[in-house]
Each structure stands twice: as structure tokens, then as C-alpha cells.
Nanobody, 121 residues
Framework: QVQLVESGGGSVQAGGSLRLSCAASGYIYASNFMGWFRQTPGKEREEVAR????????YYADSVKGRFTISIDDAKNTMYLQMNSLKSEDTAMYYC??????????????WGQGTQVTVSS
């Protein structure tokens, strides 16, 4: 069983930066991927970034490419999402997740409780 706990959300002005953390308990390498999703009211949850737990191959949504960086610190069992040049449209609840892909689509089996990011223009 993997438990995921996010932190690091908050309010920031457009152009600013935040770093989200996802502390994992349990054996994270039992999952091939970890990643971040976000959701705003009335919209479907969308994948933001993904990283392989072993090969460290990364995937980014087009909307965040070049601005967000996903990483894992093995010593701390923690995944990060460094978010730079934030825009108002990045405002959302951000969730960390762990799991597998099926036909190239990330299908997490584990989710965190979410952390709110609010970007004001």
C-alpha cells in the first residue's frame, strides 16, 4: 500500500514560482510511474506531468512544458513539481498519484488528498 501526501500549495502572483512536494510512504517503486494531476471545478482532472520511478523518463502536458519540472528524490521518498512562470490558468487543485500506464495512458492506483494552487494576475 502506498500513501501519498502533498504539500507546498499556496497563493502566488502570475510569473511567480511554487514547488509542490509529494511524500510517499510504502514502496514507491512498486509503481512504475508517479505524477501530478490538476483539477478545477466543473472540469475533468488533467495530467500535468509524469515520471518513471526507475528510468526517470518524463512526460509533460503541452500547457506546462518548459515551465514545470518533475523530479524524485530517492533519499527522501519524495516527488516534486517545480512550477515556474505561473499563469492564472494554472490555478487548480493539484494531486499527486502513483500507478501504471495502460496503452500509454497513466492510470494511477494511488492518489494524494490534493493541494490548492492559486495564481493571481
Amino acid at each position: 500500500q502506498v500513501q501519498l501526501v502533498e504539500s507546498g500549495g499556496g497563493s502566488v502572483q502570475a510569473g511567480g514560482s511554487l514547488r509542490l512536494s509529494c511524500a510517499a510512504s510504502g514502496y514507491i517503486y512498486a509503481s512504475n510511474f508517479m505524477g501530478w494531476f490538476r483539477q478545477t471545478p466543473g472540469k475533468e482532472r488533467e495530467e500535468v506531468a509524469r515520471i518513471g520511478t526507475v528510468g526517470r523518463r518524463t512526460y509533460y502536458a503541452d500547457s506546462v512544458k518548459g515551465r514545470f519540472t518533475i523530479s524524485i528524490d530517492d533519499a527522501k521518498n519524495t516527488m516534486y513539481l517545480q512550477m515556474n512562470s505561473l499563469k492564472s490558468e494554472d490555478t487548480a487543485m493539484y494531486y499527486c498519484a502513483a500507478g501504471e500506464t495502460y496503452r500509454g495512458i497513466f492510470r494511477p492506483g494511488y492518489w494524494g488528498q490534493g493541494t490548492q494552487v492559486t495564481v493571481s494576475s
